[in-house]
T-cell receptor
Framework: DAGITQSPRHKVTETGTPVTLRCHQT?????MYWYRQDPGHGLRLIHY???????DKGEVSDGYSVSRSKTEDFLLTLESATSSQTSVYFC????????????????FGPGTRLTVL | AQKITQTQPGMFVQEKEAVTLDCTYD???????LFWYKQPSSGEMIFLIY??????QNATEGRYSLNFQKARKSANLVISASQLGDSAMYFC?????????FGAGTTVTVRA
């Protein structure tokens, strides 16, 4: 199994409070991702990183920010949580394909269940 | 964003039978990858199989095979000899620029 941990695994917070989720990897992979999973939507990309201090937005980035100061850690911050951000959040990692094939699979962390009251 | 469509919200299959999960995608890029992931009730995301857009042969991994029809832009997953442990949500995803775009998923329930 890929070495990916997420913390916390569960969190309940109130509307308007800041929240930071942490993703930690031991695989030294270049690419890291944050997704949210909601019923009927599958997984949707929030932000991703292609190196230390190199990040970019995904399709649902509004209300979220990220930081990556070390290869192994990728943080997702909700500056002021809203009820619409209640979701399950997954971190994933990936590495550049070797030889043929443009893509390697992404390996996922166990997820964080966030509830915003 | 790239669009992935899984038209079957839920399916039932008898144990030991095969099941086909549909996936269609929409892209104008010539280079992409297609993935299937399994999510059991415990919640983790498990990678099953990958097909590159330039691969000539359909991918296979044990009981999983990917029926790739490039002209039709479809990438159906076939699970042979279904087992009770195959009961899960299955997601099709398309990779582009080192990102993944997911479909909404199909829930498979295997009956004994």
């Amino acid at each position: 199994d890929a070495g990916i941990t997420q913390s916390p695994r569960h969190k309940v917070t109130e509307t308007g409070t800041p929240v930071t989720l942490r993703c930690h990897q031991t695989e030294n992979h270049r690419y890291m991702y944050w997704y949210r999973q909601d019923p009927g939507h599958g997984l949707r990309l929030i932000h991703y990183s292609y190196g230390v201090k190199d990040t970019d937005k995904g399709e649902v980035s509004d209300g979220y920010s990220v930081s990556r100061s070390k290869t192994e850690d990728f943080l997702l911050t909700l500056e002021s949580a809203t009820s619409s951000q209640t979701s399950v959040y997954f971190c994933a990692i990936s590495e550049r394909a070797e030889g043929g094939g443009p893509y390697n699979e992404q390996f996922f962390g166990p997820g964080t269940r966030l509830t915003v009251l | 964003a790239q669009k992935i469509t899984q038209t079957q919200p839920g399916m039932f299959v008898q144990e030991k039978e095969a099941v086909t999960l549909d996936c269609t995608y929409d892209t104008s890029d010539p280079s992409y990858g297609l993935f299937w992931y399994k999510q059991p009730s415990s919640g983790e995301m498990i990678f099953l199989i990958y097909q590159g857009s330039y691969d000539q042969q359909n991918a296979t991994e044990g009981r999983y095979s990917l029926n790739f029809q490039k002209a039709r832009k479809s990438a159906n997953l076939v699970i042979s000899a279904s087992q009770l442990g195959d009961s899960a949500m299955y997601f099709c995803a398309m990779g582009y620029d080192y990102k993944l775009s997911f479909g909404a998923g199909t829930t498979v329930t295997v009956r004994a």
